[in-house]
């Protein structure tokens, strides 16, 4: 992880496709802790450091995730991403080039919880959530094209499970779909901004986090 914006309330970093935001059964340690540690040191504080989170990114995906660093702020995020105040936009890699350049996907979509994988579909279903997104594509190389998405709602593998009914897996997604998994086990989707106003200050965050990298994502010729 990098940081890339800091203040008295938040903290927002980049993270890389290997880490994973809160703890779970891996027992890896989660970026929280990591960020707890960083704060530690950077301050030398004793006992503990206080750090909320506030969203979550997938384990293969990278890019930002914005932590808060007082309770003030954590109940005010946690409000901002819930009512969708929290502006999100994704960089997504996909080998099929989507039929049209622009649109909004509308779907319905059921997790399973055994197979932690999401379905999406075109009717509204018993059990369903809405789940809404607008892309575009902003670039392409010799393979692979690049999609903007800007996320809409915030459902469980929302934009991999929308983009891989659409016909256009992400690249390395093996559980929707793409043929072949990455060398690293990341999948090529990134969470490259983030905007919003300040919980606590109320000036107007705008976050933009570097590509991973590698010659995938350095390849394209973007037209933004």
């Known amino acids: ?16 496709a290997s880490e994973i935001v809160q703890g779970d059964k891996t027992g890896d340690i989660p970026l929280s802790e990591m960020v707890k540690q960083f704060l530690k040191e950077k301050y030398a504080k004793p006992g503990n450091v206080f750090v909320g989170v506030t969203h979550r990114l997938d384990r293969p995906v990278s890019g ?6 007082t309770s003030k702020a954590l109940s005010r995020l946690n409000e901002m991403f819930r009512n969708g105040d929290v502006e999100k936009t994704y960089w997504a890699v996909v080998k099929n080039r989507p039929e049209s350049e622009q649109g909004q996907l509308v ?7 055994k197979q932690n994988k999401s379905y999406a579909y075109d009717k509204e279903l018993k059990g369903s959530k809405k789940a809404i997104l607008n892309y575009r594509l902003i670039g392409h190389s010799q393979n692979y094209f690049l999609l903007e998405v800007d996320l809409q709602t915030g459902r469980h593998h929302q934009i991999r499970c929308q983009l891989a009914k659409m016909g ?3 690249k390395g997604d093996l559980k929707y779909g793409f ?15 983030v905007k919003f106003v300040h919980p606590v200050s109320k000036e107007l965050i705008d976050v933009v986090a570097p ?3 590698g010659n995938l994502w350095n390849g394209f010729d973007i037209a933004e």
Request: charged letters at 20%; a positive charge; proline letters at 8%.
């Open 107 to 113: 779907n319905y979509m059921i997790k399973n919880e």
């Open 168 to 170: 256009c897996p992400i």
């Open 179 to 193: 043929p072949r998994s990455n060398p690293d086990g990341s999948i090529c989707l990134h969470s490259r901004r």
């Open 64 to 69: 930002l995730v914005v932590f808060a660093k």
């Open 211 to 213: 590509l991973p990298q």
């Open 1 to 16: 992880m990098t940081v890339v914006y800091e203040d008295n309330h938040i903290i927002i970093v980049n993270k890389t």
